[in-house]
């Protein structure tokens, strides 16, 4: 009974992490999308059919089926959590990558999105 639990919580942290994993991927893949919106192009078709484009709905894509395979592992609720994760980090990555700054509205809303994170978590 005791080693049971103990697998069932491996499998958990194996489903959190596989989550986890591809937040962080999906967060990377937005930042590749706006470093691709920055950038002119001869022609508007090459707008949405160049490699950074193509690379980053891919990511995407596998980011999403990764999530899947997450979900049938791990309580909804915490899937809620993890994704909204996504927001903080990609406003850390763009100011890494793409030297954006951190504004005042942005800081106050990644604040409110914590804070409704930890609000959901105390709850659950």
Do not use: D
Not at 6 to 27: D, G, H, P, T
Not at 45 to 60: H, Q, R, S
């Amino acid at each position: 009974m005791f080693l049971q639990k103990i697998e069932k919580l491996r499998m958990f942290n194996l489903y959190v992490a596989v989550a986890l994993f591809s937040v962080v991927l999906s967060s990377l893949s937005q930042v590749l999308l706006k470093k691709s919106s920055g950038e002119t192009k001869k022609h508007w078709v090459f707008e949405y059919l160049n490699p950074k484009v193509v690379i980053a709905y891919c990511t995407i894509f596998i980011c999403m089926l990764l999530m899947i395979f997450a979900f049938t592992g791990m309580y909804y609720r915490y899937g809620a959590v993890i994704e909204s994760l996504a927001y903080l980090l990609i406003m850390l990555f763009s100011r890494i990558f793409l030297k954006e700054k951190i504004t005042k509205r942005r800081v106050i809303g990644n604040v409110i999105i914590v804070l409704g994170v930890i609000i959901f978590t105390l709850s659950i």
